[in-house]
Every structure is written in C-alpha cells, then in structure tokens.
C-alpha cells in the first residue's frame, strides 16, 4: 500500500485541522491505519490508531478527547480531526499502515508502510 498525506498548516492555538491520508491499492480494508508524529530534535510518537472495520480508535493520552481518527474504506482514506490545538502538537504527520495484527498496533507498534507526512505548525 501506498499512502499520502496532506491537510497539514498553521493554526492558531485553539483551533482545528483535519488531516487526510489517502491509500493506493485493493486492500486497504486489511491494513490496521495509524497516525504519527515527530516534533522538532524530538522521537517519532505514536498518536492513534483504528481497526480494520473502523470502530474501535485508539488513542494517546495527550490527544484523547481532542483528536479522532476515522476511515472510509470505500474511498480509501483515513482522517484525523484535531482540535484544540497546542503548540506542543505542532510536528510532522505521518500516516501509517500495518497488517502485522499480533503487534501491539493499538500502542504503534509493527507498522510497515508510511507516508510522506505533512506539517503541522501550532501558533501560541
């Protein structure tokens, strides 16, 4: 599978974005979808994930509750909605897929094919 990323920017501290991950392929509804980031001098981290059928998210702790990630297998993409915005959420976005399902995917783990990411920048 082959996956973009796009929908990153500025926002101001409070605000909101939605990023978009768009997958190539004819099996995207087997691939367990995540998102990830990196911040500046910082270690990628893992954000949240979602199952194949897309009805169980996983989430970080520091996202919970202003983050969502969904999927449309139909058209092959996955979102992320972020809201309430930091500046400490300001990174690059990466998204990320995984079939390897006895890896602890819901925790980052395993994932095999990444996206080019796409930036996104926090104002205070």
């Known amino acids: 599978v082959q996956l973009q990323a796009s929908g990153g920017g500025l926002v101001q501290t409070g605000g909101s974005l939605r990023l978009s991950c768009a997958a190539s392929g004819n099996d995207f509804g087997t691939y367990v979808m995540g998102w990830f980031r990196r911040a500046p001098g910082k270690e990628r981290e893992f954000v949240t994930a979602?199952?194949?059928?897309?009805?169980?998210?996983f989430y970080m702790d520091f996202v919970r509750g202003r983050f969502t990630i969904s999927r449309d297998s139909a058209k092959k993409m996955v979102y992320l909605e972020m809201n309430k915005l930091k500046p400490e959420d300001a990174a690059v976005y990466y998204c990320a897929a995984t079939r390897n399902y006895r890896e602890e995917w819901h925790r980052g783990s395993g994932y095999e094919y990444w996206g080019q990411g796409t930036q996104v920048t926090v104002s205070s």
């Open positions: 979602i199952n194949l059928k897309g009805d169980i998210p």
